[in-house]
């Protein structure tokens, strides 16, 4: 990935219409959890029925445990790059992953409110993974809040890795379905809470990203 063709000659900011899309994308991702609901058991026996059994069970679990490491490995690597080349974005990048760990905070509180089984327990299927304890409760999933998290954490600090995240965050998610531990709309309200929460913090964290990672720039000599 080259991150540097194209870079802004000054110092990044994340613009109002970014937040807006961000923003917009959690509405979205809420409303088709809802729509989801009443689908849950008939999409969920149709992928984790047909994973199951298929060539792809277990790239699908390797996907599923160990996906979210590529996430992980990318904000890593932004974070380097941008406190080389840009430092308001690392900055945003900073105030993402305070949102991010903020989300998965919120979605541990909301599981022991909702305290949804997991589909694999309510439901007859033969699953790829095996099915979760019972009191590892299924809504929201956190992996898709990690994914959506991350995801939307780099996207917000540097936008031209939009093509890389969030296929990657969708792809871990849904994964989830395939190997039997989550319903559809777990994972999209996993999607709606990271990127609602993140960009949350990233608006509320502007402020001060801009006093503490802004270097003034210095005036130019006349002469």
């Known amino acids: 990935m080259n991150f540097e063709e194209g870079s802004p000659p000054g110092p990044a900011r994340v613009t109002r219409s970014t937040l807006a899309a961000a923003l917009a994308t ?10 989801a609901v009443p689908l849950r058991d008939s999409v969920y026996r149709a992928v984790a029925g047909t994973i199951e059994p298929s060539p ?20 890593v690597v932004l974070a380097a790059w941008t406190w080389q080349r840009d430092r308001r974005a ?7 992953g305070a949102g991010a760990v903020v ?10 409110v909702i305290t949804e089984p997991r589909p694999c327990r309510a439901a007859d299927v033969t699953t790829v993974l095996e099915c979760p304890a019972i009191g590892d409760w299924s809504w929201p999933s956190n992996h ?25 965050a969708v792809l871990l998610g849904f994964s989830r379905v395939m190997v039997g531990v989550h319903y559809a709309h777990d994972v999209l309200s996993g999607f709606a809470l990271g990127v609602l929460v993140v960009t949350t913090a990233v608006v509320v964290l502007q402020p001060v990203v801009d006093r503490v990672f802004t270097v003034p720039r210095e005036p130019q000599r006349v002469g």
Request: proline fraction near 6%; charge should be positive.
């Open 26 to 35: 959690a509405v979205s991702l809420a409303l088709l959890a809802l729509v």
């Open 56 to 75: 792809l069970a277990p790239l699908a679990a390797v996907v599923a445990e160990k996906g979210p490491l590529v996430l992980v490995a990318t904000f």
């Open 90 to 96: 690392f900055g945003t990048l900073v105030a993402g």
């Open 103 to 112: 989300a998965y905070l919120t979605s541990e509180a909301v599981k022991l």
């Open 144 to 168: 898709s809040v990690i994914a959506a998290s991350l995801a939307t954490a780099c996207i917000l600090a540097v936008p031209r890795i939009f093509w890389f995240a969030a296929p990657v």
